[in-house]
Protein backbone atom coordinates (compact mmCIF):
# COMPACT_ATOMS: atom_id res chain seq x y z
CA UNK A 1 0.00 0.00 0.00
CA UNK A 2 1.88 3.42 -0.72
CA UNK A 3 1.97 5.80 1.93
CA UNK A 4 3.20 9.29 1.41
CA UNK A 5 4.57 11.23 4.35
CA UNK A 6 5.31 15.35 4.50
CA UNK A 7 7.90 16.65 6.38
CA UNK A 8 7.78 19.11 8.57
CA UNK A 9 3.98 19.00 9.42
CA UNK A 10 4.19 23.18 9.84
CA UNK A 11 6.59 25.42 8.78
CA UNK A 12 6.80 29.08 9.78
CA UNK A 13 9.45 31.52 7.56
CA UNK A 14 10.43 35.54 7.78
CA UNK A 15 8.92 36.73 3.75
CA UNK A 16 11.65 36.52 1.39
CA UNK A 17 13.31 33.58 2.77
CA UNK A 18 14.07 30.57 0.32
CA UNK A 19 12.49 27.48 1.60
CA UNK A 20 12.01 23.77 0.86
CA UNK A 21 9.54 21.45 1.65
CA UNK A 22 9.55 18.15 2.01
CA UNK A 23 7.93 14.62 0.28
CA UNK A 24 8.34 11.11 0.30
CA UNK A 25 6.54 8.31 -1.00
CA UNK A 26 7.06 3.83 -0.14
CA UNK A 27 6.36 2.83 -3.71
CA UNK A 28 7.96 3.76 -6.34
CA UNK A 29 6.05 2.64 -9.32
CA UNK A 30 4.15 5.84 -9.60
CA UNK A 31 2.66 7.28 -12.92
CA UNK A 32 3.38 10.66 -11.60
CA UNK A 33 3.61 13.40 -8.39
CA UNK A 34 1.50 16.55 -7.85
CA UNK A 35 2.05 19.43 -5.99
CA UNK A 36 -1.49 21.00 -4.55
CA UNK A 37 -1.83 24.53 -2.60
CA UNK A 38 -4.60 24.35 -0.36
CA UNK A 39 -6.18 27.71 1.15
CA UNK A 40 -8.08 27.73 4.71
CA UNK A 41 -11.60 26.42 3.91
CA UNK A 42 -10.66 26.25 -0.05
CA UNK A 43 -10.56 23.66 -2.63
CA UNK A 44 -6.68 22.40 -3.80
CA UNK A 45 -5.01 24.05 -6.76
CA UNK A 46 -2.62 22.23 -8.73
CA UNK A 47 0.67 23.64 -9.18
CA UNK A 48 2.92 21.52 -10.38
CA UNK A 49 3.08 17.66 -11.96
CA UNK A 50 6.32 15.73 -12.31
CA UNK A 51 5.83 13.14 -14.79
CA UNK A 52 7.54 9.62 -13.64
CA UNK A 53 10.09 9.83 -16.06
CA UNK A 54 10.96 13.58 -15.40
CA UNK A 55 13.35 15.01 -12.99
CA UNK A 56 12.05 18.43 -11.95
CA UNK A 57 9.25 21.27 -12.97
CA UNK A 58 9.55 24.63 -12.83
CA UNK A 59 6.92 27.24 -12.42
CA UNK A 60 7.54 31.10 -11.38
CA UNK A 61 9.68 30.83 -8.23
CA UNK A 62 7.87 26.95 -7.69
CA UNK A 63 10.47 24.10 -8.31
CA UNK A 64 9.63 20.81 -7.81
CA UNK A 65 12.14 17.43 -7.92
CA UNK A 66 11.08 14.15 -8.09
CA UNK A 67 13.58 11.20 -7.45
CA UNK A 68 11.82 8.21 -8.13
CA UNK A 69 13.83 5.44 -7.04
CA UNK A 70 14.71 6.78 -3.58
CA UNK A 71 10.75 7.67 -3.48
CA UNK A 72 11.71 11.45 -2.89
CA UNK A 73 10.34 15.06 -4.22
CA UNK A 74 10.86 18.87 -2.91
CA UNK A 75 8.87 21.95 -3.33
CA UNK A 76 11.29 24.75 -3.15
CA UNK A 77 10.16 28.04 -2.79
CA UNK A 78 12.18 31.10 -3.95
CA UNK A 79 11.71 34.52 -2.16
CA UNK A 80 8.54 33.24 0.00
CA UNK A 81 5.71 36.43 0.54
CA UNK A 82 3.08 36.09 2.81
CA UNK A 83 0.32 35.19 0.16
CA UNK A 84 2.30 31.45 -0.04
CA UNK A 85 1.08 31.05 3.48
CA UNK A 86 -1.36 27.94 2.63
CA UNK A 87 -1.05 23.92 3.04
CA UNK A 88 0.82 22.66 0.56
CA UNK A 89 -0.08 18.79 -0.55
CA UNK A 90 1.65 16.37 -2.67
CA UNK A 91 0.08 13.31 -3.71
CA UNK A 92 1.50 10.41 -6.16
CA UNK A 93 -0.62 8.94 -8.98
CA UNK A 94 -0.69 5.04 -9.32
CA UNK A 95 -2.98 3.09 -11.81
CA UNK A 96 -5.40 0.37 -10.33
CA UNK A 97 -8.26 -0.91 -12.28
CA UNK A 98 -9.98 0.50 -15.05
CA UNK A 99 -8.71 4.54 -13.30
CA UNK A 100 -6.29 5.89 -11.61
CA UNK A 101 -5.62 6.63 -7.85
CA UNK A 102 -3.58 9.44 -6.25
CA UNK A 103 -2.54 8.86 -2.84
CA UNK A 104 -1.92 12.01 -0.45
CA UNK A 105 0.05 13.34 2.19
CA UNK A 106 -1.34 14.53 5.21
CA UNK A 107 0.11 18.19 4.26
CA UNK A 108 2.82 20.56 5.35
CA UNK A 109 1.44 24.16 6.86
CA UNK A 110 3.43 26.83 5.62
CA UNK A 111 3.06 30.48 7.17
CA UNK A 112 5.01 33.17 6.01
CA UNK A 113 5.72 36.18 7.80
CA UNK A 114 5.90 39.80 7.11
CA UNK B 1 -9.96 26.01 -13.88
CA UNK B 2 -11.56 22.92 -14.87
CA UNK B 3 -15.13 23.93 -14.59
CA UNK B 4 -16.22 21.76 -11.41
CA UNK B 5 -18.69 22.96 -9.50
CA UNK B 6 -20.28 21.48 -6.42
CA UNK B 7 -23.42 21.17 -4.53
CA UNK B 8 -24.67 21.93 -2.16
CA UNK B 9 -21.17 24.12 -0.60
CA UNK B 10 -22.72 23.19 3.09
CA UNK B 11 -25.32 21.20 4.70
CA UNK B 12 -26.17 20.15 8.02
CA UNK B 13 -27.98 16.76 8.39
CA UNK B 14 -29.24 14.47 10.75
CA UNK B 15 -27.84 10.71 11.81
CA UNK B 16 -29.66 8.26 9.39
CA UNK B 17 -30.88 10.68 6.70
CA UNK B 18 -29.94 10.65 3.15
CA UNK B 19 -28.04 12.88 1.81
CA UNK B 20 -26.90 13.07 -2.18
CA UNK B 21 -24.04 15.79 -3.11
CA UNK B 22 -23.76 16.69 -6.69
CA UNK B 23 -20.63 17.44 -8.67
CA UNK B 24 -20.78 18.74 -12.30
CA UNK B 25 -18.55 19.54 -15.19
CA UNK B 26 -18.50 21.48 -18.21
CA UNK B 27 -15.51 20.21 -20.12
CA UNK B 28 -16.70 16.63 -21.00
CA UNK B 29 -13.63 15.01 -18.82
CA UNK B 30 -14.18 11.13 -18.68
CA UNK B 31 -12.92 10.30 -15.42
CA UNK B 32 -14.43 11.77 -11.56
CA UNK B 33 -13.56 10.96 -8.06
CA UNK B 34 -15.21 11.60 -5.15
CA UNK B 35 -12.78 12.07 -1.92
CA UNK B 36 -13.04 13.23 1.60
CA UNK B 37 -10.66 15.20 3.64
CA UNK B 38 -10.50 14.79 7.22
CA UNK B 39 -7.94 15.86 10.05
CA UNK B 40 -4.83 13.61 10.49
CA UNK B 41 -6.04 11.55 7.26
CA UNK B 42 -5.20 13.86 4.18
CA UNK B 43 -7.03 13.10 1.22
CA UNK B 44 -8.98 9.62 0.56
CA UNK B 45 -10.63 8.46 -2.18
CA UNK B 46 -14.41 7.22 -1.74
CA UNK B 47 -15.29 6.49 -5.63
CA UNK B 48 -14.18 6.96 -9.22
CA UNK B 49 -15.76 7.17 -12.58
CA UNK B 50 -14.33 5.91 -15.73
CA UNK B 51 -17.20 6.87 -17.57
CA UNK B 52 -21.13 6.70 -17.95
CA UNK B 53 -22.45 4.22 -15.68
CA UNK B 54 -18.42 3.37 -15.05
CA UNK B 55 -17.98 3.58 -11.39
CA UNK B 56 -15.39 1.47 -9.13
CA UNK B 57 -14.48 1.80 -5.21
CA UNK B 58 -11.92 3.56 -3.59
CA UNK B 59 -10.50 3.25 0.13
CA UNK B 60 -13.02 4.23 2.04
CA UNK B 61 -16.18 3.43 0.04
CA UNK B 62 -18.08 1.78 2.88
CA UNK B 63 -21.69 3.74 3.51
CA UNK B 64 -21.34 5.78 -0.07
CA UNK B 65 -22.76 4.68 -3.74
CA UNK B 66 -22.41 6.63 -6.64
CA UNK B 67 -23.96 7.28 -9.62
CA UNK B 68 -23.32 8.75 -13.10
CA UNK B 69 -26.08 8.38 -15.88
CA UNK B 70 -24.70 12.00 -17.16
CA UNK B 71 -20.94 12.62 -18.53
CA UNK B 72 -20.96 16.27 -16.46
CA UNK B 73 -22.47 14.59 -13.65
CA UNK B 74 -21.18 12.83 -11.01
CA UNK B 75 -23.30 12.15 -7.19
CA UNK B 76 -22.63 10.93 -4.19
CA UNK B 77 -24.98 9.39 -1.93
CA UNK B 78 -25.12 8.73 1.74
CA UNK B 79 -27.66 6.08 2.11
CA UNK B 80 -27.92 6.79 5.80
CA UNK B 81 -25.62 9.51 7.10
CA UNK B 82 -23.49 9.18 10.50
CA UNK B 83 -21.55 11.19 12.51
CA UNK B 84 -18.32 9.53 10.80
CA UNK B 85 -19.18 10.92 7.74
CA UNK B 86 -19.11 14.38 8.78
CA UNK B 87 -16.07 15.56 6.53
CA UNK B 88 -15.17 18.25 3.43
CA UNK B 89 -15.99 16.05 -0.04
CA UNK B 90 -13.69 17.28 -2.67
CA UNK B 91 -15.16 16.22 -6.60
CA UNK B 92 -12.15 15.93 -9.09
CA UNK B 93 -11.51 15.12 -13.07
CA UNK B 94 -8.38 14.04 -14.26
CA UNK B 95 -7.66 15.51 -18.00
CA UNK B 96 -7.01 13.16 -21.32
CA UNK B 97 -8.54 10.00 -22.06
CA UNK B 98 -5.15 7.85 -21.77
CA UNK B 99 -4.21 6.25 -17.88
CA UNK B 100 -0.70 8.00 -18.03
CA UNK B 101 1.75 9.77 -16.50
CA UNK B 102 0.53 13.05 -18.35
CA UNK B 103 -3.06 12.43 -15.80
CA UNK B 104 -3.40 15.60 -13.54
CA UNK B 105 -6.08 15.99 -11.60
CA UNK B 106 -8.54 19.14 -11.14
CA UNK B 107 -10.46 19.62 -7.94
CA UNK B 108 -13.75 21.18 -7.27
CA UNK B 109 -14.47 23.61 -3.90
CA UNK B 110 -15.96 21.08 -1.45
CA UNK B 111 -18.53 20.57 0.50
CA UNK B 112 -18.30 20.79 3.63
CA UNK B 113 -21.10 17.99 5.62
CA UNK B 114 -22.07 17.96 9.05
CA UNK B 115 -23.52 15.14 10.63
CA UNK B 116 -25.96 15.61 13.86
Known amino acids: KQEVTQIPAALSVPEGENLVLNCSFT??????LQWFRQDPGKGLTSLLLIQSSQREQTSGRLNASLDKSSGRSTLYIAASQPGDSATYLCAVLTVTGGGNKLTFGTGTQLKVEL | DAGITQSPRHKVTETGTPVTLRCHQTENHRYMYWYRQDPGHGLRLIHYSYGVKDTDKGEVSDGYSVSRSKTEDFLLTLESATSSQTSVYFCAISRGQVISSYNEQFFGPGTRLTVL
Open chain 1, 27 to 32: DSAIYN
